[in-house]
């Protein structure tokens, strides 16, 4: 029998092999070729990850901060090269959340059994 660690990174080599990966790689290095599109897009995550930080330490996030990374996210949209690498990391993320549900499948299977019996 295979090892499932053997099966996990053939799984991450299919994942970086993938259409949905290298079109991600190739807007990501568009935006870092951008001088004006990397500073933005560095703003715009550092803004995400404080806000995130923020949540996790049970922070309470003021209605300016909100209204901070509502226009940032705005200002990201609105240029086409960061726009793109957005689209991209969902497109991947979705093939990401699939994979997830097919390998979660049989915890699935087996704690959603009615009244504790195996299917």
């Given at each position: 029998m295979a090892n499932i660690y053997d099966h996990a990174y053939e799984l991450e080599t299919a994942l970086r092999n993938s259409e949905?990966?290298?079109q991600l790689q190739e807007a990501y290095n568009a935006v870092m070729a951008d001088e004006a599109a990397k500073q933005m897009f560095d703003n715009f995550r550092n803004t995400q990850i404080e806000l995130q930080q923020k949540q996790m330490q049970g922070q309470e996030i003021s209605e300016e901060e909100v209204e901070q990374a509502r226009k940032v996210v705005e200002t990201v949209q609105q240029h086409p090269?960061?726009?793109?690498?957005?689209e991209q990391e969902q497109h991947l993320n979705q093939v990401i959340n699939d994979v997830s549900r097919i390998i979660t499948k049989p915890l699935e299977d087996l704690y959603?059994?009615?009244?504790g019996e195996q299917q």
């Open positions: 949905e990966f290298t090269q960061i726009s793109k690498l957005m959603g059994a009615g009244e």
